[in-house]
């Protein structure tokens, strides 16, 4: 097989309407596009979205939403999680390793859910009120 000989299956690649080629086509004379009128002119036609004047959906709408670019970035653990993790360090790199937090997390902060199990050291990792609260009461110290 060489590459002169390469074709796509049959029925793959559908040929194109050709258009304006004598009524015997089928399409011929207006070309489909029926009798006078915006449309059947070249380059006729509305804009996306129009609606004849009337105010448009997409402007009669509010606008609703945010998408936040940080949001990728910032991840959270629960504190009942931790005991997954091997060890008593808590670090972002340990919280990646353990798949408790995406790789691509820049800041990682713990919350308040679950008791931690046992002690935890927490280097380089943000903590709530709650989360501090319950490792410290586990036996665990928080460095900032």
Same mark, same amino acid.
């Given at each position: 097989?060489? +590459?002169?000989d390469l074709k796509p299956a049959p029925g793959a690649r559908r040929a194109s309407r050709r258009v304006g080629r004598g009524h015997g086509s089928g399409s011929g004379?207006?070309?489909g596009r029926g009798q006078k009128g915006q449309k059947s @002119?070249? /380059? /006729? /036609?509305?804009? =996306?979205?129009f609606e004849g004047g009337q105010m448009p959906l997409q402007r009669r709408l509010p606008k609703l939403g945010f998408a936040s670019r940080k949001a990728p970035f910032n991840d959270e653990v629960k504190v009942g999680s931790l005991a997954r993790l091997d060890g008593d360090e808590v670090d972002p790199e340990r919280l990646k390793a353990? /798949? +408790?937090v995406k790789r @691509? =997390?820049? @800041?990682?902060k713990i919350i308040a859910g679950g008791e931690p199990g046992r002690s935890f050291t927490v280097n380089g990792v943000g903590v709530t009120a709650g989360a @501090?609260? =319950?490792?410290? =009461?586990a036996g665990g110290t928080v460095n900032d």
């Open positions: 097989m060489r +590459l002169n004379k207006t070309c @002119r070249s /380059g /006729g /036609g509305v804009a =996306a979205g353990a /798949g +408790l @691509r =997390a820049k @800041r990682i @501090r609260a =319950a490792i410290e =009461a």
